[in-house]
């Protein structure tokens, strides 16, 4: 009896040591399907850029999406982004509080007692509780789209996962790190496209990486050369910006143009 005892007592000092999940608890129930899309279409024909918290949701409903961004690399606090795999719309959930959520989570996302609005133009769904939302599975990657600068740069690519080529830092960055000590860093992009066989110009076409000061590559140089940038696509007020997930999917080695 007393070797039972002692195992039990050494299971649950390692269960709690490691970070077993808790008991089962029963889930949030599914009520009304929303798509993503239908979310999205609420908020834009409101005709308000900075249309915020005026939707409750009162009922139990949900929606379903991947999961494209998480809290990893410290570049977000609080925030995630998912997007339905079939139409690739997408929104930012904004938590209450930080989550495990991974990106590639296929997700079901309770919407009862959270807020649909935007935040000065990037769709949201505001005041989340963790256990509103529920993994399903993991690892369902989606696949960035490839855009260009003119392509991103509308609504309908809000919050969603892209993928820029043939994209360099302006030469006014060079020597800058992702963010400034003190702040958030605003890096600008600028896209190149082929005229003739290895002739490259610019298209004239620019935009804001954001990243914030917490980012676990904050204090890392920027890429010098040119390549592709992997990222969100968000909106503050008119400017256009884009979110990176970590600086290990900025790969820019190539020749500058």
């Known amino acids: 009896l007393s070797v039972l005892v002692m195992m039990s007592s050494c299971m649950d000092k390692n269960a709690r040591k490691n970070n077993y999940p808790?008991?089962?608890?029963?889930?949030?129930?599914?009520?009304?399907?929303?798509?993503?899309?239908?979310?999205?279409?609420?908020?834009?024909i409101s005709g308000d850029p900075n249309y915020v918290n005026d939707t409750i949701f009162k009922?139990?409903?949900?929606?379903?999406?991947?999961?494209?961004?998480?809290?990893t690399s410290g570049n977000t606090y609080k925030a995630s982004f998912v997007q339905e795999r079939a139409t690739g719309k997408a929104i930012e959930l904004?938590?209450?509080?930080?989550?495990?959520?991974?990106?590639?989570?296929?997700?079901?996302?309770?919407?009862?007692?959270?807020?649909?609005?935007?935040?000065?133009?990037t769709p949201q769904i505001q005041n989340i509780e963790?256990?509103?939302?529920?993994?399903l599975d993991n690892q369902k990657y989606i696949e960035p789209e490839v855009v260009t600068i003119s392509q991103l740069q509308n609504q309908n690519m809000l919050c969603q996962l892209v993928k820029l080529e043939n994209v360099q830092f302006v030469a006014d960055e060079m020597g800058k790190n992702w963010a400034d000590e003190n702040g958030y860093g605003e890096r600008y992009l600028e896209e190149f496209v082929e005229t003739s066989p290895g002739q490259w110009s610019p298209t004239g076409k620019t935009i804001m990486v954001r990243t914030s000061n917490y980012a676990a590559f904050a204090n890392k140089p920027l890429p010098t050369g040119n390549g592709s940038l992997v990222a969100i696509v968000t909106l503050y007020n008119n400017t256009w910006q884009l979110v990176v997930r970590d600086?290990?999917?900025?790969?820019?080695?190539g020749e500058r143009h």
């Not at 949900?62 to 809290?71: A, F, Q, R």
């Open 94 to 121: 904004y938590m209450k509080s930080v989550t495990g959520l991974r990106i590639g989570d296929s997700v079901r996302v309770c919407l009862k007692g959270s807020v649909l609005g935007a935040y000065k133009g």
């Open 59 to 71: 009922n139990d409903c949900s929606i379903y999406g991947i999961i494209t961004d998480d809290e």
């Open 130 to 135: 963790s256990v509103k939302v529920v993994v």
């Open 247 to 253: 600086n290990s999917e900025a790969i820019m080695d």
């Open 22 to 44: 808790a008991p089962n608890i029963a889930l949030p129930p599914v009520g009304m399907v929303y798509t993503i899309s239908d979310l999205v279409h609420m908020i834009s």
